[in-house]
């Protein structure tokens, strides 16, 4: 068995026992869901999906569509004009909360049902059905395949909506939303309902891992700065009143949904996605969350963890009949540079003045302007002859 299927065999087997909390109910048609339902899948840089479990069940994905209907206005209409509409700050409250901001009447986060609702509201189209075919063209190429809206769900939901109706509705009396309330509740209500297996979750995290690069499909989805944007958002208010805790315990920017699904990124490693409908006192999946916990301190995948590679670029130094070849692979960030130089200037120490030294970057997978400009200005005070390939 592939080592990585083995051991999210083993996370199964680990949490499957706890059946702990209950599935939603306040949906009808998602009190239905088979509680014992588990699931789990990751995808790493090469687009390969590994899942064990339930992993073909289809569910909607309820707010998890949070944070990639919010990647789609970020592109559509920046950072500054979603702001205006919506917060970025985490609520502490649940995410149904009746709660905005004093005088201005916007939303905490887009996280919380009253932020997704103002972030829908600036889905730009007609009708529903012309928002709905966006934003199910945006989840679509973060998945990597068509997917669609369960209609049952939707009814359901549309239904018994009256809450996020009233949020709506308030947020419309400080302009907040602009849209008509049913407009962008219906369209709100199907972005809910669309079908997701946990494998489809996985790749949509692995999108975000992944600088908004689907590694699938090769896609770019959405611009690196904007998948930034939302895994930061992510990070502070996912997984709504549990969110500093979360963050403290798996360090993984991650959402839930009242459906059981959680999804969890491992930036530039892994997108990460479970589901098991049982919901703790918080609306998160019980098991879901526990999956990820146990995957993200089995694997050090903690964002707050020393990562060696950023500071350590891979330097592989080599004679030439025309003198000293270093080569550079991996990412030069700020420390990498420091060290670089500190290679540089160790050699400077035990080669005659003058040595000729070829300093090969073809291969860095990244580099930052500033660690470039902290790097040149110092190769310039050296008292080698430094040829700068790149
Ligand atoms: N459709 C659900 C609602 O608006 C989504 C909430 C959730 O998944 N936490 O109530």
Redesign the pocket.
């Known amino acids: 068995m592939d080592p990585i299927v083995a051991l999210m065999q083993q996370v199964l087997d680990d949490v499957e026992d706890d059946d702990s909390g209950a599935p939603a109910s ?2 009808p048609e998602l009190a239905e869901a088979e509680p014992d339902h588990l699931a789990f899948a990751v995808v790493g840089p090469r687009g390969q999906i590994r899942s064990v479990g339930d992993d073909e069940v289809a569910f909607t994905i ?2 998890i569509s949070k944070p990639f209907v919010l990647a789609h206005v970020l592109s559509e209409i920046g950072l500054d004009a979603v702001m205006q509409r919506v917060g970025t700050e985490p609520s502490g409250e649940p ?2 909360a009746i709660s905005l901001e004093e005088n201005t009447g916007r939303p905490a986060n887009p996280m919380v ?1 009253a932020g997704a609702i103002a972030t829908t509201g600036l889905v730009a189209g007609a009708d529903v059905d012309e928002r709905t075919e966006t934003i199910l063209r945006t989840l679509s190429a973060f998945a990597g395949r068509d997917l669609r809206v369960d209609e049952s769900v939707y009814r359901s ?1 549309s239904s018994t ?1 009256d809450r ?1 109706r009233a949020l709506g509705h308030l947020m419309r009396s400080y302009g907040v939303v602009d849209a008509p309330v049913e407009l962008a509740l219906e369209t ?2 199907r972005q ?1 309902s669309i079908l997701v297996t946990v494998r489809d979750l996985a790749v949509m995290a692995s999108t975000l891992a992944f600088g908004g690069m689907n590694p699938l499909t090769g896609d770019r989805v959405v611009e690196e700065r904007v998948a930034r944007n939302v895994l930061s958002i992510m990070s502070s208010c996912g997984m709504y009143d549990f969110s500093g805790e979360w963050l403290l315990r798996v360090g993984l920017p991650a959402k ?4 059981g699904g959680v999804l969890a990124v491992a930036p530039s490693q892994f997108g990460v996605a479970a589901f098991s409908p049982r919901l703790d006192r918080h ?1 998160n999946s019980v098991r879901g969350q526990a999956i990820v916990a146990t995957l993200s301190e089995r694997m050090g995948m903690h964002l707050l963890e020393p990562h060696e590679s950023i500071s350590q670029p891979i330097v592989d130094i080599s004679e030439t009949d025309d003198g000293r070849v270093i080569r550079l692979s991996g990412e030069l960030g700020f420390a990498a540079a420091e060290r670089v130089l500190a290679v540089l200037r160790d050699l400077a120490v035990v080669l005659p003045d003058g040595s000729v030294i070829h300093l090969d970057a073809r291969e860095l997978a990244r580099t930052h302007p500033a660690a470039l400009v902290a790097l040149r200005t110092e190769l310039d005070a050296l008292p080698m002859r430094i040829s700068y390939v790149e």
Not at 256 to 259: P, Q
């Open positions: 306040y949906i309820q707010s995410f149904n049902n939901e909506g996020n709100y209500f809910c839930s949904g009242v459906s609306g």
